[in-house]
């Protein structure tokens, strides 16, 4: 009796010893879920810079200027569009990992048609160096992959439907700034519109005490009464 009580509890053991084991053994692709797996930044303000390349070369560089960012050196961005691409590299992260089958293919697509997205933070330090690729077939998720890696990722964005491509094929046109003027009116003393095709048009608005006036540009254009 004795005997057959030790053979079930060394076989309750052994059981509890794999079942341990089992649920605790090292799952070989949790470091891919936590290193390379990886598209998101936690802290986007530590973002100073994103250069977006597509294959056709159209390159977008958006640099971080105090509180604004600016296009190519050149032209303020529209801070709609900033804001939903760093919301975006916050939240995006890995739904799944493609089949083996599949990748091939979506290798080929991303060679094709990737577009280059490269982050750095604001001293210029690289933070992540990725490709953006098509859509799935149900268009919920989106292919990356990490600059010098053969393994893709399906991400997503939750609470978002749709591809998370759109947001990195802007062209830098669509980058900029829409609105015409954004200083401070208050600090103008001199504003100039000329016509060149229409010259009896043109005007100097200028400042004139607590007011404003306004004369023609030319002296050959005749002035208005009243």
């Known amino acids: 009796m004795n005997r057959n009580f030790l053979l079930i509890a060394i076989l309750l053991l052994s059981a509890g010893i794999a079942w341990y084991v089992w649920n605790n053994r090292k799952d070989p692709t949790s470091n891919l879920d936590r290193a390379e797996s990886n598209f998101k930044i936690e802290d986007v303000n530590t973002i100073g810079r994103i250069i977006i390349t597509n294959k056709e070369g159209m390159r977008s560089d958006l640099k971080r200027k105090d509180d604004r960012w600016l296009i190519n050196d050149q032209h303020l961005v529209r801070k709609t569009n900033i804001e939903h691409l760093l919301n ?10 493609p089949n083996k089958a599949a990748v091939p293919d979506i290798i080929k697509s991303i060679s094709v048609n990737g577009i280059h997205v490269e982050i750095f933070d604001r001293s210029g330090k690289e933070l992540l160096n990725y490709y953006v690729g098509g859509v799935t077939q149900d268009e919920r998720g989106t292919f990356f ?5 053969s393994q893709p990722y399906t991400l997503i964005e939750p609470g978002f439907e749709g591809g998370l491509r759109a947001r990195y094929s802007l062209s830098p046109g669509d980058w900029r700034d829409v609105r015409f003027w954004i200083e401070d009116t208050k600090a103008i003393d001199t504003l100039k519109v000329h016509y060149p095709k229409q010259r009896q048009h043109s005007f100097i608005l200028y400042r004139s005490g607590n007011d404003y006036k306004v004369d023609p540009m030319f002296s050959t254009t005749a002035r208005k009464s009243g």
């Open 88 to 97: 975006g590299i916050h939240r995006q992260h890995l739904d799944y990992i």
């Open 145 to 149: 992959l990490k600059e010098g890696s």
